[in-house]
């Protein structure tokens, strides 16, 4: 019924699971769309949540997720009239953590779901738009951010590239996601609250416990940090040298050395 992690070489799979391409080769569920279902499934699901989505964000995190935003806002180095790009900015929770750790920056988001972007302050830029074709000029902006998207993505590496393209050479990217974190002993306790007490919360608060089902079996099934990094050095991004935590930065050829960090949060702590 859940995400798993199967060997590739041994697993016969059977005909109810499909293999999810978009987090992992070793991924198998049959509770995650497949590859070609998932923007319809995601786009619907968030449109059926909406409403309730900051209030189960605030639940499920116990409050903290509005501290992550403000990390990733504060990790951004931007100049004068910076231009900033919130992708799925859903309820625009990101893009105002931006404007206000940044009130000279120009923040816009873009996101597929309309139903979100109507919850989403009125004073904010925002476009209907997908992730995996951003209707903007290349080298556009100069900092890229996301919350919680990309696990989202039907394809991560097309979603990266796209970033990548719409930034600035030297521009700043910054992840901000859930992962399934390092296995060590809390890992069990994570993935009851996840599997058993998040579908109920959905359930009870946001009357749909399968989107509540969704939502922590794709953080479970999503790239390892170390892997989304890999995913990030393909796309021509490169860790800040010499920052504790800080932005990914698209390398090119005005001699930014690709540097940064990305700020991909684990289940299990803080760890970027
Ligand atoms: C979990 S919500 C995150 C919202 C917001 N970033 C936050 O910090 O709370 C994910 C958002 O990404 C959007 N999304 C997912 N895939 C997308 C795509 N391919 N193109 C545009 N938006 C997408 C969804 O519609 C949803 O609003």
């Not at 625009?92 to 996101?111: E, H, M, N, S, W």
Request: hydrophobic share 40%.
């Amino acid at each position: 019924m859940f995400a798993r992690q199967v060997d590739p070489h041994t697993y016969h799979r059977p005909a109810r699971l499909r293999a999810i391409e978009c987090y992992g080769p070793t991924v198998m569920s049959s509770v995650l769309p497949s590859v070609a279902d998932k923007p319809r499934y995601v786009a619907a699901m968030f449109g059926r949540i909406a409403p309730r989505y900051d209030l189960m964000n605030t639940l499920m995190t116990g409050g903290q997720d509005s501290r992550w935003r403000r990390i990733v806002a504060d990790s951004l180095v931007l100049g004068d009239q910076a231009q900033v790009l919130d992708v799925g900015t859903g309820t625009g929770k990101l893009a105002q953590a931006v404007r206000r750790a940044k009130p000279r920056a120009r923040v816009t988001g873009v996101d597929f779901t309309l139903p979100m972007l109507r919850q989403a302050p009125s004073d904010l830029l925002f476009a209907g738009a997908d992730a995996l074709k951003l209707p903007f000029a290349d080298g556009q902006f100069d900092a890229v951010v996301s919350g919680f998207v990309m696990r989202n993505l039907a394809d991560v590496p097309a979603g990266l590239a796209e970033q990548a393209r719409v930034l600035r050479p030297g521009g700043q990217l910054v992840i901000m996601e859930t992962t399934p974190g390092p296995p060590n002993l809390l890992r069990p306790l994570f993935r009851l609250y996840f599997r058993r007490i998040v579908p109920l919360l959905g359930q009870l608060i946001a009357g749909d416990e399968s989107a509540y089902t969704y939502l922590p079996e794709s953080t479970l099934a999503f790239l390892e940090p170390d892997r989304l990094a890999a995913v990030l050095r393909e796309a021509g991004l490169r860790r800040r040298t010499g920052a504790a935590a800080g932005p990914w930065q698209r390398g090119g050829h005005l001699g930014a050395q690709g540097c940064g960090l990305a700020v991909s949060r684990q289940l299990s702590g803080d760890g970027c």
